[in-house]
């Protein structure tokens, strides 16, 4: 079973740069695309990365995917962090007749 | 304005059915596969059904399979999940999602989500 895996939670001081990372067990990674969705308390997930790499309109350029296929991981690098970066986020990808989340990772901007 | 607007949720006894609607305003919902996605209090988000814009092609969580049904009307821009033999663990928050991009399975369009709370 395909599985991603994220640290549970990160944090980092506001101005700061901070990179979540995303882990598949099996397979390789950049075989299928990775999406990223970022959801604050109370709220729907927003994507912020799409296909690895692209950027949805209205999300700023302080947020970057990318993949390092040594490692079978996707990365989530948010630069210039602002208070209200802090919510949950999750990779998302896709296997045989599934679409998997990773488990979230929480970012605390403190 | 894009929009998707999910409605019937509510609380229901262990064992009992549920039907869920998803109206989705602002865009054909014909040209979009669909997404129904959960989170249950204090866990992650997790994927439940697909559903491809003509119906076409149909996948299910091992969670769900057997127990919740994905159903669209393109006609009425509506998708509905019917969920049967409701467990404590399908308490969540119910989400529906478009799918866009590669296989539409980029979400790029998400509810507000309706609460569905599974009681003994």
């Known amino acids: 079973n395909f599985m991603l895996t994220q640290p549970h939670s990160v944090s980092e001081s506001p101005g700061k740069t901070v990179t979540i990372s995303c882990t598949g067990n099996?397979?390789?990674?950049?075989?299928?695309?990775v999406q990223w969705y970022q959801q604050r308390p109370g709220g729907a997930p927003t994507a912020v990365i799409y296909?690895?790499?692209?950027?949805p309109s209205g999300v700023p350029d302080r947020f970057s995917g990318s993949i390092d296929s040594s490692s079978n991981s996707a990365s989530l690098t948010i630069s210039g962090l602002k208070t209200e970066d802090e919510a949950d986020y999750y990779c998302?990808?896709?296997?045989?007749?599934?679409?998997?989340f990773g488990g979230g990772t929480k970012l605390i901007v403190l | 304005e894009v929009q998707l607007v999910e409605s019937g949720g509510g609380l229901v006894q262990r064992g009992g059915s549920l039907r869920l609607s998803c109206a989705a305003s602002?865009?054909?919902?014909?040209?979009?596969?669909m997404n129904w996605v959960r989170r249950a209090p204090g866990k992650g988000l997790e994927w439940l059904s697909y559903i491809t814009s003509g119906s076409t092609t149909i996948w299910y969580a091992d969670s769900v399979k057997g127990r919740f049904s994905i159903s669209r009307d393109n006609a009425k821009n509506s998708l509905s999940l019917q969920m049967s033999s409701l467990r404590d663990e399908d308490t969540a928050v119910y989400y529906c999602a478009r799918g866009s991009g590669y296989g539409g399975y980029h979400m790029d369009v998400w509810g507000p989500g309706t609460t569905v709370t599974v009681s003994s």
């Open positions: 998302q990808s896709y296997d045989t007749n599934k679409i998997i």
């Open positions: 296909e690895d790499d692209e950027r």
């Open positions: 099996s397979g390789s990674i950049d075989s299928n695309y």
């Open positions: 602002g865009f054909a919902l014909s040209y979009y596969s």
